[in-house]
């Protein structure tokens, strides 16, 4: 086994790519998040040490750096509301000393790219400087500095995909015209793994994009070319940011105070000045966006999911995800694991449903075929806790276009019904079995 790897920000969308990648190479990881218990549904979470820390707190981190060689800090602020810049560099300014006590020797730290030169907003202006503190440390940092990352779950990129899958004329601001150099989360996820084990870019900054230099505006076009939608962009010359980031809280996963923050990112131009990490990191091979939009499509199944709905331990929760609606509930069953599969299985047998997945006494999911709107999976997993068998049941919507959210959002109370019967008839008919 490898060294002992840190990573922080484990509930995160980076980490939870990076850490299967570490794994993977036989590295030991420690996963830092402030609730651990957030993790507990993460396929890789019995692999991995998980400890709860807060670098708001630095008492709770010297426990967790003891004997860690090197660290990813991988924390950001934007969703904690005001003062959130603040809250960001006093965080890196804890972590940087308390990395330095246990006697880290690297950090690897993803921050945002803008030229700190120009007028930038202030959540890009807040990740230049996160990295500039972390630099003051004793310990060697390299920085990573990342855009519009492309990729299932990232925020930028689902803010891309679902306001072109709603508007056929896609609205923006005059900001859409700036340039962007988008880059595959595959290859941020090579950089940041490059870095553990090539040491020629350690205590460096790194800027790093993708081959393609386009405008804001361009990467919506080509995500509705790749997806076959028609669409249009109007620019507005002037759109309050708090409207344009209440409706895209409303209309994609990206919660309100995010995309704020994202929005004004969009106010400069984000792209690779300075070109250095492809000669000193020239294992990774740059992946074009039209490319990673491919990609990221053909995950569109249950089956590559992050499963965050656990992450509360809500009963039941409704949520938009990697180019999804889920909507998840429990449902705890006197029955047992054979009784409920067997339920299962006599529903999965209607005509207009076919059992595309199955995984004995575990998991079977459902393609609904002739979808409204889109295409429909469902999705049961039992689970057997201590004396109680519990039923998971998720429904996967993948709207196609905006025939696809009107249909969902119309449909919603019925559907809702629907669901809630569902279940109860499998818990009915598991338990007269």
């Not at 990342?146 to 891309?160: K, T, W």
């Not at 205590?203 to 080509?222: N, S």
């Not at 499509?297 to 889920?326: A, Q, Y």
């Amino acid at each position: 086994m490898k060294n002992l790897i840190l990573v922080t920000g484990a509930t995160g969308y980076i980490a939870s790519r990076l850490i299967p990648r570490l794994l993977n190479s036989k590295y030991q990881i420690r996963a830092l998040a402030r609730d651990p218990q957030r993790l507990a549904c993460r396929s890789w979470f019995r692999h991995v040490e998980v400890v709860a820390g807060d670098v708001m707190n630095p008492a709770s981190l010297a426990s967790a750096l003891t004997g860690v060689e090197t660290a990813y800090y991988l924390i950001h602020n934007m969703s904690s509301g005001r003062g959130y810049t603040d809250r960001e560099l006093e965080g890196a300014r804890n972590f940087a000393q308390a990395a330095e006590n246990a006697g880290v020797r690297h950090i690897i730290y993803l921050g945002g790219l803008a030229d700190p030169e120009q007028h930038i907003a202030p959540h890009m202006r807040s990740r230049i400087e996160t990295g500039v503190v972390l630099r003051q440390g004793k310990v060697p940092v390299t920085e990573f500095r990342a855009g519009v990352i492309a990729g299932p779950g990232s925020i930028s990129f689902e803010m891309i995909r679902f306001t072109t899958e709603a508007f056929p004329i896609v609205p923006g601001p005059v900001w859409l015209n700036n340039k962007s150099q988008p880059i595959a989360v595959q290859n941020v996820i090579d950089y940041l793994f490059a870095a553990l084990e090539n040491a020629n870019g350690r205590g460096q900054v790194f800027e790093i994009g993708g081959p393609d230099v386009t405008y804001y505006k361009d990467l919506m076009l080509k995500y509705a070319q790749a997806r076959s939608l028609n669409r249009s962009m109007i620019l507005l010359p002037y759109v309050p940011l708090w409207l344009m980031a209440f409706g895209v809280g409303i209309m994609t996963p990206v919660p309100r105070p995010i995309a704020h923050a994202l929005i004004g990112g969009l106010s400069a131009d984000s792209v690779v000045k300075h070109p250095e990490a492809r000669q000193v990191f020239s294992e990774v091979h740059l992946i074009a966006f039209d490319q990673a939009v491919r990609m990221a499509l053909d995950e569109l199944s249950p089956l590559h999911v992050e499963r965050v709905w656990d992450d509360d331990g809500k009963m039941v929760k409704t949520i938009k995800h990697e180019g999804f609606f889920v909507h998840h509930r429990k449902a705890q069953i006197n029955a047992t694991v054979e009784q409920i599969f067997r339920a299962i299985e006599n529903i999965s047998k209607k005509p207009k449903w076919e059992v595309e997945i199955r995984e004995e006494n575990e998991r079977i999911i459902i393609l609904v075929k002739n979808q409204i709107g889109g295409q429909a999976w469902i999705e049961w997993c039992i689970n057997q806790i201590a004396d109680s068998t519990h039923l998971n049941q998720t429904v996967f919507f993948a709207p196609d276009g905006l025939p696809g959210f009107l249909y969902w959002y119309l449909f919603y109370p019925f559907n809702l019904f629907i669901f809630h019967r569902l279940i109860k008839n499998i818990a009915r008919n598991a338990m007269v079995e």
